[in-house]
């Protein structure tokens, strides 16, 4: 065969090989992808700056739910990202927790303890949770390190190619074009304008009385899952051995007969977490001395609505300052303006909740084109709490 | 399993990969073979080492057989060389009979071993079990134990396969493998272990031991036939069994119209689903230079049930008519048979004659079918498959005088394409009401399929059944579609007997052949049934 003959023959076919793989990538990124309000977060994420960030949070629904940064930047000054996602494992937390070590230096990893507190370990092995978490991380060590410890061999490639796994998601269109079209403009726009803050405008009326006003009393404890808290020692361990600024947080929710010994859980674990030299905001157990209303504050037994994500903003911010003495890195211009556009978004979105709360509509409000798009016919002006 | 290695899994792309590497970059040429033979022995044991004793001890006996058989032949040409002037004709001729007998016996002894061990652990179970039932219905209290036993993987094909080999070598037809490791590759090679194709010692084993180089061409038709083959299994059939599954689960909750469907469903899915695997086989086996034999050649398009069968599992097909059907058929007991009735009154008409003509191919067709049927499974049911395919190729054969007269009374010409349309729709009915036993979870719910067909027809209520079934409108549409896919191809490689798909395309433009490779690999990454799946339920908004 001729040398030209052979290279042709070699290009065609390198052609063919990328545009395949090409092709796949695409759909693997953007058409063939479970997008949700956990994949925007957790990618957005990665798509802030290096050493941008003062605080990362990391956690479950009850962090994402609960923590507005843009409240917290336009209160106390300081840059802020949720590294959450809904029921996150345990393993998923230490995984992140790497994650920021290997991207970020905050001055601050604060670290809501919904993971640990369960009373069993199924939350663990739960695939959706897992999925959830780990199909949106990129490509490192410690994606590999997890997929290589925890995940069964012959489903170790749907977590590196999660089209194995999401291929059959073409059935779900034209219902999904708006999560497509979320992730589309999020990757073009660059970065996530709420931070990873997601809510639901509903208020929740509860058909148990809440026990919260008496938890400031409650020093009781229970013991953790074993497996969870050998984890959470693990966990105490790395940072310890990594010279992390770690706080632990545990936020209020709507504390009932059936959810109180997660309250004794959380306490016990308060006490695990200060004997190794760190802090734990047990909130939960001063939900009625923060402010929040369980009347009002909660849009279902577990989280807080924008009304009370707002008060325990304002009141952890305020702490994470004074108590936690965060210094705070000044930031570029660019990054300033940024970050005004999400105080912006982030003040829309309270007033867009609660006009909907007012009108008695119930919406999910996330990084959404949906969401985002109604924002526009709001004001971004700073919230005066009621 | 250690892992999962079956031919739609990544895991078994990658082996092949880096078999292919290691094989085209082996230095020495006269030992490439041995890779092939590593590759086979380690797939072997990826998917079922604890069966692995199985397969070497088929492979170490028939290799020792086949020496004896040979052995045995030489010494005895040998010593009849050597006596060729002492010994008169009757000596030479009885010793030629003894020495037939001995290699005959010995052919028996590895049939019966290899067999035996595929029949102890293949249908040991079923003949306990029917034992029990058929002296329990005469009253009499016994009761075989059943065992728990697991079948090697593959234990079939390989053992089809050794055994023809030993018959090759009982025959003379080729010469005994002297290198057991050659010997253990033609039996395991790892392309046709799961299903076959069963192929023949003199049409493969030459192949498996030549040093191929990378050849492009070559290459890329193998992967194009693997990519077909993916494009039937994950596209059409994995996704059709997932009704097959549920209804043969709840067999007696459908109506004969849902049952219809069903059958209809089954006849597209086993095709895509066995000739999809067997094009993964090919395509796998042709990269590395082997051409192993095509098992199917568009068999609905079959004008015949004997047809049919000639283009359905070809290799099996092969092997029985090569191993039993004309031993049978040509065994002194049919033929004096078919004698016997020429020499009777009724032997002496035209019809008699024919059948006596005829007799001994046509119970050599049944025994065969029976065969075919057993083969399929331990059950009844397979029993009835075969036997049903077995009594219509008995009759076509004894009646085929009458139906010859009757197109000729009605003058239609065999060339009009509505007669030929006939005749596959007629032998494909045949062929449906043969799979309604393959479907159906035992013989008695075969029967009441079958009546079911004429007395309950019922479409609102068939929809309603199979509307609870796990697939979607969208899969159905896939089906659909993919059935008109491989409609098309059949229809164009019956238009261009001789031409294959593959070469027809080599002379299409770059453009056309970049397009129609790339819309195949992306329906089957997009539309195949792979990996562990996206179970929404388990996906929704929990917590919200």
Partial sequence: MKFQQYVTRTVKTALFLLVVMVSCLVLQQYVLRNTDHNSLRVEGYYQEPIDSLDVVFIGASDIYTSFMPGRAYEQQGFTSYLLASESITSEGVKTAVKEIVRTQHPGLIVIEANAFLYGDADNETNEAHVHKFFDNLPFSINKLEYIQKH??????????????????????????????????????????????????????????????????????????????QAQLKNLLDYCKEQKLHVLFVRAPHYVTEETYNRVKR???????????????????????????????????????????????????????????????????????????????????????????????????????????????????ATIERK | MLFNMTYTTLNFLFFVLATMLVYFLFPVKKYKWTVLLAASVFFYIVCGYKYAFYILFTSLSTYLIALWIERVADKSKKLLKEKKKEWDRDRKKNYKNKIKVQKRLIMTLALLINFGILAFLKYYNFFAGSLNDVLGGFGIVFSAPTLNLVLPLGISFYTFQSMGYIVDVYREKTPAQRNPFKLLLFVSFFPQIIQGPISIYDQLAHQLFEPHEFDFTRMKHGMELILWGFFKKLVIADRASVLISAVEKDYAQYNGTALTFTILLYALQLYADFSGGIDISRGVAQIFGIDMIDNFKRPYFSRSINEYWRRWHISLGGWLKNYLFYPVAMSNVFINAGKKMKGTRFGKTAAGAHIAKVLPTSVASLIVFLVVGIWHGADWKYVAFGVWNGVIIML??????????????????????????????????????????????????????????????????????????????HDYVVIALGGVVILIASLIQERHQDTDIRHMLDKKSFATRFLLLYIGVMAVVIFGIYGSGYNAADFVYMQF
Avoid at chain 1, 151 to 165: A, G, H, M, S
Avoid at chain 1, 183 to 204: P, Q, S, V
């Fill in chain 1, 151 to 228: 995940v069964p061999v012959d489903q170790r490639w749907e977590y590196l190619f999660p089209l194995i796994k999401y291929h059959g998601l073409w059935t779900e269109y034209p219902e999904r074009f708006h999560m497509m079209a979320s992730n589309l403009t999020l990757d073009m726009r660059g970065y996530n304008y709420l931070k990873g803050f997601r809510t639901t405008a509903e208020i929740y009326k509860g058909k148990t009385p809440s026990l919260n006003a008496k938890l400031p009393e409650e020093k009781g404890e229970l013991e953790l899952n074993p497996k969870l």
């Fill in chain 1, 266 to 380: 959380s306490n016990k674990m308060a006490s695990i977490v200060r004997e190794y030299g760190y802090n734990y905001y047990a909130c939960e157990n001063e939900a009625v001395n923060i402010g929040i209303d369980d009347k009002r504050d909660f849009y279902n037994a577990d989280h807080m609505n924008v009304y009370g994500a707002l008060k325990f903003t304002d009141y952890l911010a305020e702490k994470i300052i004074k108590e936690e003495e965060l210094k705070i890195d000044p930031l570029k211009a660019g990054a300033t303006e940024d970050w005004r556009e999400v105080v912006t978004s982030t003040n829309q979105l309270y007033r867009y909740c609660d006009d909907l709360m007012t009108k008695g509509d119930v919406k999910g409000a996330q990084e959404d084109v949906l969401t985002l798009a109604s924002l526009g016919n709001y004001s971004g």
């Fill in chain 2, 396 to 473: 076509s054969i004894i009646l085929q005088p009458l139906f010859d007269g009757a197109v000729d009374k009605l003058h239609i010409k065999r060339t009009n394409p509505f007669f030929i349309g006939f005749q596959i729709f007629r032998t494909l009915l045949v062929i449906l009401v043969g799979y309604v036993f393959d479907v159906a979870p035992s013989f008695a719910e075969g029967m009441r399929t079958l009546t079911e067909f004429f007395t309950a027809q019922n479409i609102p209520q068939a929809f309603e059944q199979l509307s609870k079934i796990p697939l979607i409108a």
